[in-house]
C-alpha cells in the first residue's frame, strides 16, 4: 500500500464482473471490499469507509441508485465519489444515476486504462478536498479562538474603560463597530470642578491589531481626569504612553474635549479626526478643524497639546465623530464626505437635534451598503445642569487603606507657577484618606479655588471683572497667559493638616502667596460691608463658594494667607460607637 491507495468498494450482482474489477484495482495498488447487492453495499460502507464507491445500477433487493442515496446521506460531509457500473445507454437512465448522487460511469465492457485514469483523478480530487476540508476547519477553529481571545480582551478593556459619565442626560452616542474589539475608543468623565472631560479615538486598522493602545490610553484618561488633571495634560501623558509602546506605523487619531459648564466654555484639541461641531441655535455651525498630528506620532518634546476655545451657550451642541461616517458609502460608492456632514446640517430642521439629523442622514444615504470602517458619534448637549456625579470609588480608590492624621507642606514657585498645576498632586494626596474619596468634587473645588484666586488675583493682580462678559474672559486668559511668563519671584505654599475625629474626619488647608494682600474686611462675607466693584481679588464666586462648602475660612495679614476648615462625616454604621456625633457644621 502506498500513500496513494484507496480503499474501493465494488459493489455489483456479477460475481464475474467484480473479479476483473477486483483484479484490475490491486494490481495498480488499491485495497478492494466487496459487495453482491444494494443492501450489503450500503451495510459495507458504513462499517468500512471506503473512499470510493463502484457501483452497478441495477442489482437485486435495493438496485444501485436507491443505495446510491443511502451512501450520500452516509457519507456526511466527506467527499465519496460514486462511480456507476452500467450498461445502460439511453441519456434518461444515465440522468437518473447522476440525479441519485453519482459522479461518472464506467461502461461494460471495461477498459483498463479508463478505469485507472478515472481511479487516480477522483483519488487527487478527494486529497484536494480533505486538504481544503481540514484548512476550512483550521481556519474556523482559528477564529473561534480569536473570537474568545476579542471577547476576554473586551471584558477586561471594559473593567478598564468603564462607561465614566456616557449616561449623563445630556450626552448622546452611537458606536457600529467592524468587529468585537475595535480601533474606536470613546471615553467620558465628570471633572472634581463640575466640568466634563471627552475623548474620541480612533485607532489604525481594524480589530485587536487596531486596539492595541486602547486600554493603555482608557487607564490614562480616567485615572488623571480623577485626579483633576486638564486635558492638555492628559493628552501630552496619552502621547508619550502610545508613543512607547505602539509599532511603527500605529498611531491614534483623536480628539480632546473639555467642557466647563458653569463659565458655558469648550475647549477642544483635534489630531487627525474630522471637524469638530459647534452647533448653536444661533449663528452658522462652527468647525473645528484638525490642527494636530495624530497620538503616539510625536516626541513628548514636540508634542503640542494647544487647546482651541469655544464660547457655549446652554442648548448648544457638539459633535464629534470618527472618518468612519465620512467613509460611508452609497449603492454607488460615493461617500457621505463632510459635504454630507453640512449638507445634514444645513437641511436639519431648527428644533430637530443634531445628532438625530446626522445619523439619520448617513443612514439614509448609505441604504443599508455595507460598513467599510468602525464609525462613532458622540453629541454632548451644553447645560449647566448635567446631573453629573463623580464617578464611583471603585474606579478611582486604591486597596490601600491610607492614613488618617498626616501633614503636608507643598510650594510652588517662580516660572513653574506657569508651567505646573499642583491640585492634581494635592488632591491625590487628600484622596489618600478613605473617607475623602467619596468627596472628591468638593475637595478639588475648595483647592482649585484658593489656589486659582492666589494665582490669578493674589500674584497676578488680574481684575474678577473682565470676566463678566465673552470678550473679557478671552482679554482675561491672554493676559493670564502673558503675566504668567514674567512671574517674578513668588511662590504659593499650601500647608494641608488632616486629623480624625469621632465623626469622620477634619482637613485644615492654609493657602499663602507672595502677593500685596486685600482688604477682606470689605468683602460681605468676611467683614459685613457693602459689595465693591473694585475689590482686586477673591471678588467672584470663588469665596461664597468657599463659604458654603467649608466649616470656617479665616484670613489672616494682609489677605494673602487664607485658612480652611472642612468637616466630613463618615455614615453611622462606621462610626467607632454606631453613632456619629455631629460636629457642627459637616459635609455629607
Known amino acids: ?273 474630522p471637524e469638530l461641531w459647534l452647533i448653536g441655535s444661533q449663528g452658522e455651525p462652527v468647525a473645528c478643524s484638525s490642527r494636530f498630528l495624530p497620538l503616539g506620532i510625536l516626541p513628548p518634546e514636540r508634542f503640542d497639546s494647544s487647546m482651541e476655545t469655544l464660547q457655549a451657550r446652554d442648548g448648544d451642541y457638539l459633535l464629534m465623530m470618527t472618518d468612519g461616517l465620512l467613509e460611508r458609502q452609497n449603492g454607488e460608492g460615493e461617500l457621505f464626505g463632510e459635504a454630507g456632514v453640512r449638507r445634514t446640517f444645513r437641511e436639519r430642521r431648527e428644533a430637530g437635534h443634531p445628532f438625530e439629523a446626522l445619523l439619520e442622514g448617513v443612514e439614509a444615504f448609505s441604504e443599508g451598503a455595507r460598513e467599510s470602517d468602525d464609525l462613532t458619534l458622540f453629541c454632548l448637549e451644553v447645560s449647566g445642569d448635567t446631573g453629573l456625579a463623580a464617578l464611583p470609588e471603585s474606579a478611582t480608590s486604591s486597596a490601600l487603606a491610607g492614613p488618617s492624621e498626616w501633614r503636608c507642606d507643598y510650594e510652588i514657585r517662580e516660572q513653574t507657577l506657569g508651567e505646573f498645576s499642583p491640585l492634581p498632586l494635592l488632591l491625590h494626596i487628600c484622596m489618600e484618606v478613605p473617607g475623602l474619596r467619596a468627596r472628591s468634587g468638593e475637595i478639588y473645588t475648595l483647592l482649585s479655588e484658593i489656589y486659582n484666586n492666589a494665582l490669578e488675583h493674589g500674584i497676578l493682580a488680574l481684575p474678577s471683572e473682565w470676566k463678566h462678559s465673552p470678550d473679557g474672559f478671552e482679554q482675561y486668559y491672554a493676559e493670564r497667559q502673558r503675566r504668567l511668563k514674567t512671574v517674578g519671584d513668588h511662590f504659593i505654599r499650601f500647608s494641608l493638616h488632616h486629623t480624625r475625629k469621632p465623626w469622620g474626619g477634619q482637613l485644615r488647608v492654609i493657602c499663602e502667596d507672595s502677593g500685596p494682600g486685600f482688604d477682606f474686611s470689605r468683602h460681605p462675607v468676611l467683614g459685613g460691608g457693602e459689595r465693591h466693584a473694585d475689590w482686586p481679588r477673591y471678588a467672584g464666586r470663588g469665596l461664597f463658594l468657599l463659604k458654603r462648602l467649608t466649616k470656617d475660612i479665616t484670613f489672616h495679614g494682609k489677605g494673602n494667607r487664607v485658612e480652611i476648615v472642612y468637616d466630613w462625616k463618615r455614615p453611622v454604621a462606621e462610626s467607632d460607637d454606631g453613632a456619629a456625633t455631629d460636629p457642627g457644621k459637616q459635609r455629607q
Not at 65 to 94: C, Q, Y
Not at 141 to 159: G, P, W
Not at 184 to 191: G, H, K, N, T
Open 1 to 273: 500500500m502506498t500513500d496513494d491507495s484507496l480503499r474501493v468498494l465494488i459493489a455489483d450482482d456479477s460475481g464475474t464482473d467484480r473479479l476483473i474489477l477486483k483484479r484490475l484495482l490491486k494490481r495498480i495498488g488499491h485495497e478492494v471490499l466487496e459487495a453482491a447487492d444494494g443492501i450489503e453495499a450500503v451495510a459495507i460502507f458504513q462499517r468500512e469507509q471506503p473512499d470510493i464507491v463502484l457501483l452497478d445500477a441495477l442489482m437485486p433487493q435495493m438496485d444501485g441508485m436507491e443505495a446510491a442515496r443511502h451512501i450520500k446521506a452516509l457519507s456526511g460531509g466527506r467527499m465519496v465519489p460514486l462511480i456507476f457500473l452500467t450498461s445502460l445507454s439511453e441519456a434518461e437512465d444515465l440522468a437518473r444515476c447522476l440525479e441519485a448522487g453519482g459522479d461518472d460511469f464506467l461502461t461494460k465492457p471495461y477498459n483498463r486504462v479508463i478505469i485507472e485514469a478515472k481511479i487516480h483523478a477522483f483519488g487527487r480530487m478527494q486529497r484536494m478536498h480533505d486538504t481544503l476540508s481540514r484548512q476550512r476547519d483550521m481556519i474556523h477553529d482559528r477564529n473561534q479562538h480569536l473570537l474568545e481571545e476579542q471577547t476576554i480582551a473586551k471584558r477586561v478593556f471594559d473593567n478598564v474603560a468603564h462607561t465614566g459619565c456616557l449616561d449623563a442626560p445630556n450626552i448622546r452616542y452611537h458606536a457600529s463597530p467592524l468587529s468585537i474589539f475595535n480601533g474606536d475608543v470613546l471615553f467620558a468623565s465628570p471633572r472634581p470642578d463640575g466640568g466634563m472631560l471627552v475623548f474620541l479615538g480612533d485607532f489604525t486598522g481594524h480589530g485587536l491589531p487596531a486596539a492595541i493602545g486602547a486600554m493603555p490610553v482608557a487607564e490614562i484618561f480616567y485615572g488623571m481626569a480623577s485626579k483633576g488633571f486638564g486635558a492638555a495634560d492628559i493628552l501630552k501623558e496619552i502621547n508619550r504612553k502610545l508613543g512607547r509602546i505602539l509599532p511603527t506605523g500605529r498611531f491614534c487619531c483623536g480628539a480632546m474635549a473639555e467642557a466647563d459648564f458653569k463659565l458655558g466654555q469648550l475647549k477642544v484639541w483635534n489630531g487627525g479626526l
